[in-house]
């Protein structure tokens, strides 16, 4: 299938190639003395993986004609270095990317040597060819005007990939520092490690003279930025997709991937081979695995940050699949393979930074939704005690120190245990809804109104003394009885008996809410639907006339 793939995608061939295991000496490949050692190759590329300089030698299946300013191009040669006999010369024309050789006339998309004699059927140029990226150099002959306007699509290609991954490398170490999530950290470290490899081994690093020179005869440098990139990458996907919680066995599974690539790591320091770049493949792969294992498993749990995974890391996988194959001599991968491995990273950097940023809004999604339930009662939309109680320390806190009045008002309602047992749980909770909605309408937008417990309700009233607390009390306790509640066509009166007192100087939101709590008692001890009031040394209760309920009588409670 890949074959035919290939043979489809393969253009018209120009050279036959012959590769020769060995490195002679110059003299000798060129007075033609080990012709018969060369091995012909299928295809129209070089593809190296030792490290040992290797003789290639391409023949020119039909003449080429210097009039179009005919260019040997070796596309994608990465780090690899060249030295090219042309017929008749005497000195190589030494080619690199990066390095001394590197010829800054032509993009980094190619070696490109001219042939200004052209070439007659049967000549043969010689290479000697020094492999630092054990990846195929396609070979090929381009005219000048062609060879210039391939290098302005690859240019465009290549910056479009290296900015997006730097953009989203800015985006993700910005959100970082914003937010302080260290998912952004890992995906920073991941992206511009990636950015990194790419402009290594891609050439783009030559910009930079002295990190080309650094890197333009050593791969080294280029392999650690990969190998870095994996490694942050697997901590991104650990964290991200909290496979310490959800996927222990796939979790060890990544803790052997990166105690891999901490030795390729520490490998790579001591050596330059090639190997260790096909290892890395192969741990890459691994990993690409295992990462891939843990999104599908997500997947299927309906985990919403696993679809990001699977989208950004199933072309991945197939690239590095395909790339692996390629390396262990399986196949040969089409030319734009080249293209579409930088392109998948920057395409799964862009869809990893949305998910991120998915999963960011959801996280405050839930704190919102948290911090709701934390502040607001379900059932009847008031405040929770504790919101109530926070909100009122601060109120009395300021009221003391601006020498401001303050006062609260607990209620409840009268025998409501009845109505739960005649009527029913839901009647219960319908009552304590209109009781709710019929008080609080009854209020000030910055009076605060919230549940104690129960059907007992905590009312504070900022800058009111005693006397208009108790008037705003008797108007809470009229706007329940005023008529009767109609709930599951059923119709019954319902009382409130409430407590109010004023906040004395100096005094505690313990003893405040103590003193309401007794005037609130005194309610109810003596015969229920009033209010009663704390003064500083008693409790006065203003009660209803239950079959007049505007009409009300005072009388004075006990001394407490
Ligand atoms: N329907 C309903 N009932 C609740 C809820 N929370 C507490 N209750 C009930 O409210 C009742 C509270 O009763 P109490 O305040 O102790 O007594 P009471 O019947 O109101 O009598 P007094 O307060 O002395 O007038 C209990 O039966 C609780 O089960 C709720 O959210 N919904």
Known sequence: MIGLLVATLASAQTFDVARLDGDPVPAQVLAG??????????????????????????????????????????????????????????????????????????????????????????????????????????????????????????????????????VLALLAVGFWIGIGERSYAYLFLTLAAQALYLASVGGEVRGVPWLADLIGADPRVGRMFGLLGVLASNSFVALYLNLNDHHTRLMRALHVCNAALLLLLLANVGSAANVLGVLASAVFLACAVVTFTASAAGALKRQREAYFMVLSWTPMLVLALLRMGELLGGWRNPEWMEYAFPIGLAMGGLVLTIGLTDHMHQMRRDRDHASRLATYDVLTGALTRSAITERLDALVESAQRGRRPLSVVFFDIDHFKKINDEYGHRVGDQTLRIVSLRTRNRLRTYDLFGRYGGDEVLVVLPDTQLREALCVAENLRAAVNCRPLSIDNRLFTATLSLGVAELHHGESVERLLERADAALYASKETGRDRVTGYTASRLRTTAATPAANTANTHSTSTIY
């Open 33 to 166: 003395s080990v012709e018969s050692d060369f091995a012909s190759v299928e295809g129209q590329s070089i593809h190296e993986t030792g490290s040992r300089p290797r003789w290639w030698r391409l023949t020119a299946r039909a003449p080429i004609s210097p009039a179009e300013a005919p260019h040997l191009v070796l596309r994608f040669p990465y780090l690899n270095h060249v030295e090219v006999w042309r017929p008749g010369d005497t000195m190589p024309v030494r080619r690199g990317l990066v390095g001394h050789d590197a010829d800054f006339s032509f993009s980094t998309r190619a070696l490109v040597v001219p042939l200004p004699q052209g070439l007659a059927t049967g000549e043969a140029i010689y290479i000697r060819v020094h492999t630092l990226t054990p990846a195929p150099m396609f070979v090929d002959v381009e005219p000048l005007a062609q060879v210039h306007r391939q290098d302005l699509r690859h240019v465009a290609m290549r910056t479009f990939v290296l900015g997006t991954l730097s």
